[in-house]
């Protein structure tokens, strides 16, 4: 039996890219059955699309994205930096899918604000080739860590994370992550939201937040390349959950690395 939740948040699942955990984003969006469903951006890769790369298992959960929004669910698909290319077509209603850029809801009474994140990131504003570019290097740097890790695990090692070591190391990528959260929570505060949820720095968290002028709670939905994490909304409460940590650990494979997939081949034998 499917699980009942009123609100799911997901971000950054980058359909379309090698590092991307299609198969179990799939296994738990059938495990549930919400209410609202929020993608809050970069949800296909658009930027790093290969024609030659898109897996069945990517092209199964568009499928049952639409399902869901079939059965009843809305669903928000809030654009974010990697599907910005969808922004033209802002504001768009097909059923129950919504395709925006921000979302504001009112949540039992609290206001809740929704969006994406790269509006702060001054990289992508200015420099997107720069950004583009260190999308892909960050992909093929999750598929060499798979590499690593597969071996690792071989020899009876503990898994390891290139991307997090960097991240932590280098003082530039941990000042940008604390700018980010410090400018979405102010902005929060100085316009009187509740909640603020956003994506794009692949850094779940759940957090209250307070200045001189009030306070808000901080949430941010984390990714599907590295921490497979989530927020679910029910009975007036926030939870941030880990895939990993939620479902057997059995049960999660790693995906096929394998980059001879045909687009056009997989696609009627998928959506049929």
């Not at 609100?7 to 090698?18: A, E, K, Q, R, W």
């Not at 869901?68 to 654009?79: D, M, R």
């Not at 206001?111 to 260190?134: E, N, R, Y």
Request: hydrophobic share 40%.
């Amino acid at each position: 039996m499917k699980r009942p939740v009123e609100i799911v948040v997901l971000s950054d699942i980058h359909l379309g890219t090698y590092g991307c955990h299609a198969t179990e984003v799939f296994q738990y969006l059938n495990s549930i059955k919400p209410e609202i469903l929020i993608l809050n951006g970069d949800i296909v890769d658009i930027w790093q699309f290969r024609k030659r790369f898109f897996p069945k298992e990517h092209l199964k959960v568009i499928k049952k994205i639409i399902t869901l929004a079939s059965k009843g669910t809305k669903v928000y698909y809030i654009t974010g930096n990697h599907d910005e290319m969808l922004r033209k077509f802002s504001d768009a209603v097909m059923g129950n899918i919504h395709l925006i850029d921000k979302l504001v809801l009112n949540l039992d009474g609290k206001k809740a604000w929704f969006f994406h994140g790269d509006v702060f990131d001054v990289s992508i504003q200015h420099t997107k080739w720069i950004a583009k570019l260190g999308g892909w290097g960050y992909d093929f740097l999750i598929l060499f860590n798979r590499l690593l890790n597969k071996w690792l695990v071989k020899m009876g090692r503990e898994k390891y994370s290139l991307s997090k070591k960097i991240k932590n190391s280098v003082k530039g990528a941990v000042k940008f992550i604390n700018d980010f959260e410090n400018t979405a929570t102010d902005l929060a505060i100085e316009n009187k939201f509740d909640y603020v949820i956003c994506g794009h720095i692949h850094q779940p968290a759940i957090r209250k937040v307070k200045n001189h002028k009030g306070s808000t709670l901080y949430l941010n939905s984390g990714d599907w390349i590295e921490n497979l994490t989530y927020l679910e909304y029910h009975d007036k409460e926030w939870s941030l959950k880990n895939y990993r940590a939620e479902f057997d650990k059995t049960s999660y494979v790693e995906e096929a690395l394998d980059p001879m997939y045909d687009l056009s081949a997989l696609l009627p034998n998928v959506l049929k």
